[in-house]
């Protein structure tokens, strides 16, 4: 993978993400059309029973995809960690912890734009359930234009930058969206849902290759891994359960654009701690020190 165009190359595989958020809505539809009323008893589950076999297609593309060339390498050159997970928290536990919560703004955000807006949407707008599923297939394809071109952009104009720029992109928009949603006409509601994932896409575009950067080789997965599943531990998964509890404390949508401004915030400070490895060789070993 040529250093100058790495975070475009690594943008590719985030696809995975609108890929399955346009699958998962539109088998959604699909069930919600077919079974009508009872899409709440019983028509959710025959979404939820075919995507066994989205899991072993997941399962079969996994097993063949190969190593990268830096691993090969330190496998030929016998320098693999025996506990990669105990020496990434020894040397480089920083960037594990700066990395999960770089992704705060990425994560949180998208999961009420993509989750809590369904209860939100029927339970206090009272619009329909396929209206937003219909937005939320939209965004899901705009994200396969905004995801490659956030990657490209990063590349010409810094991973670091780029990615704060997203940040602070959804801290702003998510006083914008709420604004929008709460405007009770569907045009408003539609054009937020489909825009709200555009400035996500500015931090997910070249997060894959922000956060493998900031490991050395021999700890790249394992530190990426642990600093990118943490922050669905801390942001993501929590997210539509913060956010209602939020709404039902203050029956407002300025107590949810605070939280995701704050997530913004709690981001820019951290991507902005992390190196920028923009361009740079990245197969060499980093000069560590104990973290």
């Not at 075919?50 to 090969?72: D, N, Y």
């Not at 942001?235 to 029956?251: M, N, R, V």
Request: glycine share 8%; hydrophobic share 55%; with cysteine.
């Amino acid at each position: 993978m040529g250093a100058q165009h790495r975070g475009f190359v690594a943008s590719w595989p985030q696809f995975g993400v609108p890929s399955g958020l346009f699958l998962a809505n539109l088998a959604v539809l699909l069930a919600s059309s077919l079974t009508g009323d009872a899409f709440i008893t019983w028509g959710w589950r025959i979404p939820f029973l075919i995507s066994i076999v989205l899991v072993a297609v997941g399962l079969w593309i996994r097993l063949g995809i190969l190593e990268t060339p830096t691993f090969r390498r330190l496998v030929q050159e016998n320098r693999i960690e025996r506990t990669p997970i105990a020496e990434v928290f020894r040397l480089q536990a920083k960037e594990v912890f700066l990395s999960a919560f770089a992704r705060m703004a990425e994560q949180a955000p998208f999961y009420i734009f993509t989750a809590f807006v369904f209860a939100y949407g029927t339970g206090t707008l009272r619009v329909s359930r396929d209206l937003l599923l219909g937005a939320v297939l939209a965004a899901s394809l705009v994200s396969f234009v905004s995801i490659p071109l956030a990657g490209h952009l990063s590349d010409r104009f810094g991973r670091r930058r780029v990615y704060i720029i997203g940040a602070v992109l959804t801290g702003l928009f998510g006083w914008v969206y709420c604004a929008m949603l709460d405007t009770l006409v569907p045009f408003w509601i539609v054009l937020a849902i489909v825009l709200s994932l555009i400035p996500h896409d500015v931090m997910y575009g070249p997060q894959a290759a922000l956060i493998a950067e900031s490991f050395t080789g021999r700890l790249r997965y394992s530190g990426a891994s642990i600093g990118y599943q943490l922050a669905s531990i801390i942001a993501g998964g929590p997210a539509p359960l913060i956010a209602t509890a939020l709404f039902a404390s203050y029956h407002s949508w300025l107590a949810i654009a605070v939280y995701i401004s704050v997530c913004s915030v709690i981001s820019v400070v951290s991507a902005a701690l992390l190196r920028d490895y923009t361009g740079k060789d990245i197969s060499a070993e980093y000069a560590l020190e104990k973290a």
